[in-house]
């Protein structure tokens, strides 16, 4: 089209570019006009007869608009025009927004909501002018990133850029939790491709994106406020989530799974926010954690099959039932394979929530849902569980035929290695758990009974040994010697 300069952008879309000061025309005015807008920019398919007509209406009108109100726009200012349709009237209209180069800033004529940015919804309790100004400023750089032609990569801005990447690789180094969207690796790749660039002038490949991205940042982790966000899985309304019923009463039939995967996802989730690299690797952990069950299910599924194959325990081929060890077993065949497709299902799935979009896409589904992510921490801890409930399964199958074909010397030997492992267990149990206080939980709360019985039990023991001790007869003494002691008649 005339007046306009068609471009392609690095990653392949095209966009057209019209210059200031050159007089605008169109079938609503008759004569030429001097025009008071600025650079104007459109990715508009502007070799569409139609559409071509349609900007220019709208730039008559906005200039008309402009020059009414006496409204004066500076030099390096970007108006961006598009096209919309109206699902109120089903009319097209005109979206546009104008990009100040020297304020780094986006603006409209109009009083605009700042509710319209996309990521309003997800940050909560936006009150300070500071924090929407990065989210205009991202917006700026993400217009850059759009029309790359509209200015050209100085070497402040490279300079900003690198000083951003090397602090955002040290808070990496020294922190597990630092708030950065990438991992060290990708942050030294963006720092080298920074450092490439300086001295020159580019405008149609630049690090745009990088800068968007690291500025919108700030909006996330209330930058420079009193509730700043300091750590990427750390709360800044300091919300404590409860657990619904579902949790409550499922967990402890699947072995507290749920409550680990649970706490993970929150601290992921935190604000309503995905950490990428925080999910990474969770996922990485995730699949790994999958394959081994896979693997040790297999073999408790081998092992089930070699214990049914014993002749004493294949005993009732000529029954019409099976034997509770037999029983047993089968539950416990049931339970592996349960486990080996769950978790060959789960890494198929998990293999394609890589990216960031697909990542918030799929959580934010799961969090519109009634119990939220305690589902997913439910899904997550079912290979697990389904092992754990196998072999606890397999073993009371071989528990069954040790006590019940067996003489008294078996049980008791067999008794008394139970009793033994049974005690290792319980203490790795009680040794490892992590207290959290206020913890309403059922089972937290009988669990926390049984370790206070415990502790008061071993505490009476010892004070009764100690009074035990105190007693004379108790205590013992030097044996005599008979010879000396005896009495001569």
């Given at each position: 089209?005339?007046?306009?300069?068609?471009?392609?952008?690095?990653?392949?879309?095209?966009?057209?570019?019209?210059?200031?000061?050159?007089?605008?025309?169109?079938?609503?005015?008759?004569?030429?006009?001097?025009?008071r807008?600025?650079?104007i920019?459109?990715?508009?398919?502007l070799?569409?007869?139609?559409?071509?007509?349609?900007?220019?209406?709208?730039?008559?009108?906005?200039?008309?608009?402009?020059?009414a109100?006496?409204?004066d726009?500076?030099?390096?200012v970007d108006?961006v025009?598009d096209?919309?349709?109206?699902?109120?009237?089903?009319?097209?209209c005109?979206?546009y927004?104008?990009?100040?180069?020297?304020?780094?800033?986006?603006?409209?004529?109009?009083?605009?909501n700042?509710?319209?940015?996309?990521?309003w919804?997800?940050?909560?309790g936006?009150?300070a002018?500071?924090?929407?100004g990065?989210?205009i400023?991202?917006?700026y750089w993400?217009?850059?990133q759009?029309?790359?032609?509209?200015?050209?990569?100085?070497?402040?801005t490279?300079?900003?850029?690198?000083?951003?990447?090397?602090?955002?690789i040290?808070?990496?180094m020294?922190?597990?939790?630092?708030?950065?969207?990438?991992?060290?690796?990708a942050?030294?790749?963006?720092?080298?491709?920074?450092?490439?660039?300086k001295?020159?002038?580019?405008t149609?490949?630049?690090?745009?994106?990088?800068?968007f991205?690291?500025?919108?940042?700030?909006?996330?982790n209330?930058?420079?406020?009193?509730?700043?966000r300091?750590?990427?899985?750390?709360?800044?309304?300091?919300?404590?989530?409860?657990r619904?019923?579902?949790?409550i009463l499922l967990?402890?039939?699947?072995?507290?799974?749920?409550?680990i995967?649970?706490?993970?996802?929150?601290?992921?989730?935190?604000?309503?926010?995905v950490?990428?690299t925080?999910?990474?690797?969770?996922i990485?952990?995730l699949?790994?954690?999958?394959?081994?069950?896979?693997?040790n299910?297999?073999?408790?599924?081998?092992?089930?099959?070699?214990?049914?194959a014993?002749?004493?325990?294949?005993?009732?081929?000529?029954?019409?039932?099976?034997?509770?060890?037999?029983?047993?077993?089968?539950?416990?065949?049931?339970?592996?394979?349960?486990?080996?497709?769950?978790?060959?299902?789960?890494?198929?799935?998990?293999?394609?929530?890589?990216?960031?979009?697909?990542?918030?896409?799929?959580?934010?589904?799961?969090?519109?849902?009634?119990?939220?992510?305690?589902?997913?921490?439910?899904?997550?801890?079912?290979?697990y569980?389904l092992?754990m409930?196998?072999?606890?399964?397999?073993?009371?199958a071989?528990?069954?035929?040790?006590?019940?074909?067996s003489?008294?010397?078996?049980?008791?030997?067999?008794?008394?290695?139970?009793?033994?492992?049974?005690?290792l267990v319980?203490?790795?149990?009680?040794?490892?758990?992590?207290?959290?206080k206020?913890?309403?939980?059922w089972?937290?709360?009988l669990?926390?009974?049984?370790?206070?019985?415990?502790q008061?039990?071993?505490w009476?023991?010892?004070v009764?040994?100690?009074?035990?001790?105190c007693?004379?007869w108790?205590?013992?003494?030097?044996?005599?010697d008979?010879?000396?002691?005896?009495?001569?008649?």
């Amino acid at each position: 089209p005339d007046e306009w300069v068609a471009y392609v952008h690095p990653e392949g879309a095209r966009y057209f570019y019209r210059e200031r000061n050159i007089s605008c025309t169109g079938n609503h005015h008759d004569a030429m006009i001097s025009s008071r807008l600025p650079r104007i920019f459109t990715d508009i398919n502007l070799y569409d007869p139609d559409k071509l007509e349609l900007i220019t209406k709208f730039m008559v009108d906005m200039e008309d608009y402009i020059r009414a109100r006496g409204i004066d726009i500076y030099p390096n200012v970007d108006l961006v025009l598009d096209l919309k349709r109206n699902t109120e009237d089903d009319q097209i209209c005109c979206a546009y927004y104008f990009a100040s180069h020297d304020d780094r800033s986006i603006f409209w004529l109009d009083d605009f909501n700042a509710t319209y940015f996309d990521r309003w919804d997800d940050i909560k309790g936006v009150t300070a002018a500071s924090q929407v100004g990065y989210e205009i400023e991202s917006q700026y750089w993400y217009h850059c990133q759009q029309f790359p032609t509209c200015r050209e990569m100085d070497i402040k801005t490279i300079s900003e850029l690198s000083d951003i990447l090397i602090y955002c690789i040290g808070d990496l180094m020294t922190s597990d939790t630092a708030n950065c969207p990438y991992d060290i690796p990708a942050l030294q790749d963006m720092l080298a491709l920074t450092n490439s660039i300086k001295g020159e002038k580019l405008t149609t490949l630049s690090p745009y994106f990088l800068i968007f991205v690291l500025v919108r940042q700030r909006f996330y982790n209330f930058h420079g406020l009193p509730a700043a966000r300091l750590e990427r899985e750390k709360s800044v309304h300091g919300t404590e989530v409860k657990r619904s019923p579902l949790v409550i009463l499922l967990s402890p039939l699947l072995f507290f799974a749920p409550d680990i995967h649970l706490a993970s996802l929150n601290k992921i989730w935190g604000d309503g926010l995905v950490s990428q690299t925080s999910w990474t690797a969770f996922i990485k952990q995730l699949n790994t954690d999958w394959q081994d069950l896979i693997i040790n299910s297999t073999v408790l599924l081998n092992a089930n099959v070699a214990f049914l194959a014993i002749q004493s325990i294949d005993d009732s081929s000529d029954k019409k039932g099976r034997s509770p060890a037999q029983i047993s077993s089968y539950i416990s065949i049931i339970a592996s394979i349960g486990s080996i497709i769950l978790g060959l299902l789960l890494i198929r799935k998990n293999r394609s929530k890589e990216s960031r979009a697909i990542t918030e896409a799929f959580l934010h589904s799961q969090k519109r849902k009634y119990t939220g992510l305690e589902t997913l921490a439910i899904m997550y801890s079912l290979p697990y569980a389904l092992l754990m409930w196998a072999m606890l399964t397999f073993l009371s199958a071989f528990s069954l035929m040790c006590f019940t074909a067996s003489d008294i010397a078996v049980r008791m030997l067999v008794g008394t290695a139970w009793l033994a492992v049974a005690v290792l267990v319980f203490w790795c149990i009680m040794t490892s758990w992590e207290d959290k206080k206020n913890d309403d939980r059922w089972y937290m709360l009988l669990f926390a009974f049984g370790t206070k019985s415990w502790q008061r039990l071993s505490w009476a023991s010892s004070v009764h040994v100690e009074k035990i001790n105190c007693f004379s007869w108790t205590k013992t003494r030097h044996s005599m010697d008979s010879d000396q002691t005896v009495i001569s008649v």
